[in-house]
T-cell receptor, first 117, second 116 residues
Framework: DAGVIQSPRHEVTEMGQEVTLRCKPISGHNSLFWYRQTMMRGLELLIYFNNNVPIDDSGMPEDRFSAKMPNASFSTLKIQPSEPRDSAVYFC???????????????FGPGTRLTVT | AQKITQTQPGMFVQEKEAVTLDCTYDTSDPSYGLFWYKQPSSGEMIFLIYQGSYDQQNATEGRYSLNFQKARKSANLVISASQLGDSAMYFCAMREGGTSGSRLTFGEGTQLTVNP
């Protein structure tokens, strides 16, 4: 079975450029999460969706960040304009949050390593 | 206040021995879940084990077991018969809110090194 798919795996861009990260969750999962991992701040939740609807975006650092989930099999995280402090590994995760279960374990993608110079 | 605390930045263990990674949590919610994830040097996050706040027995998954002490608010991960491939960063995480909450809060992690 295919796991969570993220692209690109690595992205190097210059300050001020737009960056778009992509995620395909596991088929049948109806919750999707975007995380950012840095040495200084650890693993932070940026935003999560249930059934394609954003539920909690309180972790999105500022207006330069936006996330969309146009359908159950695709999500994007966009940074515009990018800054060097955005350099991090960005993870997408999905969860089989269905009625009758409450474990809500999350399965992570391989991550996108973003470097903004 | 930290919701998840992992007090061991680094741990070392000899191959084939058991090791315990500590995790304490803080919540006033009676319904919550505790998770452990492994992050090897390749970077992916791997789900290992789950313990629900109402579960009567400690969770086990192969060589992984969770020592759940509810009164102490601790959820330590025990890895038995350590293998070289167990060398990785280990994260404890908590979900609050029962069936309505999916948000996970992660600890800072413990770097485990298994020595041959």
């Amino acid at each position: 079975d295919a796991g969570v798919i993220q692209s690109p795996r690595h992205e190097v861009t210059e300050m001020g450029q737009e960056v778009t990260l992509r995620c395909k969750p596991i088929s049948g999962h109806n919750s999707l999460f975007w995380y950012r991992q840095t040495m200084m701040r650890g693993l932070e939740l940026l935003i999560y969706f249930n059934n394609n609807v954003p539920i909690d975006d309180s972790g999105m650092p500022e207006d330069r960040f936006s996330a969309k989930m146009p359908n159950a099999s695709f999500s994007t995280l966009k940074i515009q304009p990018s800054e060097p402090r955005d350099s991090a590994v960005y993870f997408c995760a999905s969860s089989p949050r269905t009625s009758g279960t409450y474990i809500h374990e999350q399965y992570f993608g391989p991550g996108t390593r973003l470097t903004v110079t | 206040a930290q919701k998840i605390t992992q007090t061991q930045p680094g741990m070392f263990v000899q191959e084939k021995e058991a090791v315990t990674l500590d995790c304490t949590y803080d919540t006033s919610d009676p319904s919550y879940g505790l998770f452990w994830y492994k992050q090897p040097s390749s970077g992916e996050m791997i789900f290992l084990i789950y313990q629900g706040s109402y579960d009567q027995q400690n969770a086990t998954e192969g060589r992984y077991s969770l020592n759940f002490q509810k009164a102490r608010k601790s959820a330590n991960l025990v890895i038995s018969a350590s293998q070289l491939g167990d060398s990785a960063m280990y994260f404890c995480a908590m979900r609050e809110g029962g069936t309505s909450g999916s948000r996970l809060t992660f600890g800072e992690g413990t770097q485990l090194t298994v020595n041959p």
